[in-house]
């Protein structure tokens, strides 16, 4: 047999690699246009700030390598321009020479990822624009910003890369502007949870702006559609990537209409000869079972074995994906897995969501720190369909669990129950997943009503009646304007002062003792009142981004962190 592969890098390279396993007589063709083959790209944005030392180690395998263990031949600087499918062969273009040939196969391996996007915009071409997507990319940017003269970067879009990126140069010591078009960064947390790593872009100097784009170019400074000029010396673009698939749709083969090459089960393309993995295909969500597109790695890799254990007779079982990722935001550690509330909102789900603020181990044991943790799941069934945790903690080792949940189709009292280790200086006996399933589990049966942290500022400008059951000298540190301070300890003795006769919120530091007092009162015959999940520490969070830069006037009397 011989297979012939386009694209040396996750899936690509992975493909081949199996391919080799699973058939020691095969030939192995692999084609890759750029120089390099098998490289991080995920670990490119860490060279500009020399977390990674050197280029070169950022190239994992080299075609000898592969050559000498995998007896794959690896041809770089070599672009397949067109597929014969009838024929069966590419046709390769030599990039040192230009000169074309062709090559048959038996079977076709697409992997030829995804393209950044770079959009026409007004003055563009008198930009200095970079990309950060290969290794040559990454190569010409640090070399442009360390010729001595930058000082000035502009990151356009808030994706994993564009943040990924504005850290990374910020860490590198120049002055960084992260410019995303809609009203957040990094989609796959929801509103609420991203505004904690807003406020730690803002808190580490990045000049953050969100909900306006860039309208047009003035040489390197951008001017954006609210009419403000962003200065700078050099741009990178990074408002996402498209599924490279021009190959594929010149060979007729069946594409979404987003352009990404459909596939079965087996990621056989609408062609048996030709299988496609990675950034460029459509892959199953087991979350929603529709399509989806899941630009990440891991699945990449996860889907190059699955093709070549197809292509060499091996039976495959398709769970398909959830969508799991995470990034470090300078001291923080966030992780999502599954749906996000907005993606449940478009997708037309009936869902509830529990947002906990335990502290990430035992508070006494040294760095224990808030560990903020949303859970979002189906009602009335409570299966779990996402989760998000941010912290300066162990924060995706908590979604690693909740995605492995998720796979398995656990619910909520599966979150609850989950037995996970415990020792002070790692945990709690009860970890962040359990309070958030317990919380859900609460309101799914109906045992306390919850305000979220975003409804909170509306009810506040309404007149809303808060009771704060803080101690006095918390509250007097900082609280919700208007709100009405009932410690605890003082809530039965003073339970006269509380209205039956209109809604009553309930907020403490974290959310916990305020459940406490809501349980209380409905114990004692009142039916208006609410827990605020998260209590005052999560207010500020989510208000001190947007109070910050729309210079809003606060609805707290001082911020607590
Ligand atoms: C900056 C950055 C950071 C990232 N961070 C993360 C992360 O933290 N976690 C995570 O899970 N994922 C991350 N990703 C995404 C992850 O790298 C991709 O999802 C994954 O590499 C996709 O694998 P792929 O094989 O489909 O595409 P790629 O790895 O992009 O490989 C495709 C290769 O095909 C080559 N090629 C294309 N067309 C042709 C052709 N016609 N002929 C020959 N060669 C061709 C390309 O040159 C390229 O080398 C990151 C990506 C980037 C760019």
Known sequence: MKYVIVGGNTGGAGAAARLRRLDENAQIIMFEKGEFVSYSNCSLPYRLSETVADTD??????????????????????????????????????????????????????????????????????????????????????????????????????????????????????????????????????????????????????????????????????????????PGDAVVMAIGVRADTALAAAAGLE????????????????????????????????VTRKPFMLQLAGPAQKQARQAADHICGLPVRNTGFVGSSCIKVFSYNAASTGLTAAQCEQEGINYGTAYVLPRDRVGIMPGSCPMHY??????????????????????????????????????????????????????????????????????????????????????VESGGYFIDVRPQAMYKKGHIKGAVNIPVSQLRERIGEIPKDRPVYIHCRIGQTSYNAVMALQGRGFTNVYNVSGGFIGICYFEYFNDVSLKREPIVTNYLF
């Open 255 to 286: 594409l979404n209409a987003r352009g990404a090459i459909k596939v079965d089960a087996n990621y056989c393309t609408s062609d048996p000869d030709i299988y496609a993995v990675g950034d460029a295909v459509e892959v199953f969500n087991a």
């Open 57 to 230: 180690d950022l190239v994992l395998n080299t075609p000898q390598s592969l050559h000498d263990v995998y007896n794959i031949q690896t041809r770089v600087l070599s672009e397949v321009v067109a597929i014969d499918r009838a024929a069966k062969r590419v046709r390769v273009k030599n990039l040192q020479d230009g000169s074309e040939y062709d090559e048959n196969y038996d079977k076709l391996v697409l992997a030829p990822g995804a393209n950044a996007v770079v959009p026409p915009i007004k003055g563009i071409d008198g930009a200095k624009i970079f990309t950060v997507k290969t290794v040559d990319d990454v190569k010409r940017l640090y070399a442009f910003i360390r010729g001595g003269r930058v000082k000035n970067i502009s990151v356009i879009g808030g994706g994993f890369i564009g943040v990924e990126v504005a850290v990374n140069l910020k860490g590198a010591g120049y002055n960084v502007s992260l410019v995303e078009a809609t009203p957040q960064i990094l989609r796959t947390y929801d509103y609420d949870m991203v505004q904690i790593l807003q406020k730690e872009m803002l808190d580490n100097g990045v000049n953050l702006i969100v909900g306006d784009s860039v309208s047009s170019f003035d040489k390197n400074d951008l001017i954006l559609s609210s009419g403000r000029r962003v």
């Open 374 to 459: 949303k859970v979002i799941f189906e009602k009335p069934t409570g299966r779990v369909l996402g989760a998000q945790a941010i912290s300066k903690g162990d924060a995706p080792k908590r979604i690693d669990v909740a995605a492995t949940l998720i796979k398995f189709g656990g619910t909520a009292d599966d979150l609850r129950d989950l037995e996970l280790c415990y020792a002070p200086p790692f945990n709690s006996p009860k970890d962040a997943g359990n309070y958030a399933g317990l919380v859900a589990g609460n309101l799914l049966q109906g045992v306390y009503k919850q305000v979220r942290v975003d409804e909170v500022r509306g009810l």
